[in-house]
């Protein structure tokens, strides 16, 4: 059984910057692509960015909304995916859950997820 737990979220003031992180423990962490999702009052859970497991060389996706300013990266000598959020945003206060996928590749349907980690708060104010 694997586990996530997620932590880094916090308010912040809108341009400001926040890093989440998420370790895993269980499993073979780097065979296995990792996301973020976030959820924000009153609507579903939304795909945010994803990078790919072993066979993939790494690569990323981002949701268009956060290409530019949010990267994911992972350390899998850590057992730890990271999602750098830089030029924050109002609309991106949300929960946000790490998620790992099923294999080494990345979809941005949140049923192609295996496990979930818990959420932690992203406030950003104006």
């Known amino acids: 059984q694997v586990q996530l737990v997620a932590a880094g979220g916090g308010l912040v003031q809108a341009g400001g910057s926040l890093r989440l992180s998420c370790a895993a423990s269980?499993?073979?962490?780097?065979?296995?692509?990792m996301g973020w999702f976030r959820q924000a009052p009153g609507k579903e859970r939304a795909f945010v960015a994803a990078?790919?497991?072993?066979?993939?060389?790494?690569?990323?996706y981002y949701a268009d909304s956060v290409e530019g300013r949010f990267t994911i990266s992972r350390d899998n000598a850590k057992n730890t995916v990271y999602l750098q959020m830089n030029s924050l945003k109002p609309e991106d206060t949300a929960v946000y859950y790490c998620?790992?996928?099923?294999?080494?590749?990345?979809?941005?349907?949140?049923?192609?997820?295996?496990?979930w980690g818990q959420g932690t708060q992203v406030t950003v104010s104006s």
């Open positions: 269980g499993g073979t962490f780097s065979n296995y692509a």
């Open positions: 990078v790919g497991g072993r066979g993939s060389s790494g690569s990323t």
């Open positions: 998620a790992q996928y099923a294999s080494a590749w990345y979809y941005i349907d949140l049923r192609m997820v295996q496990y």
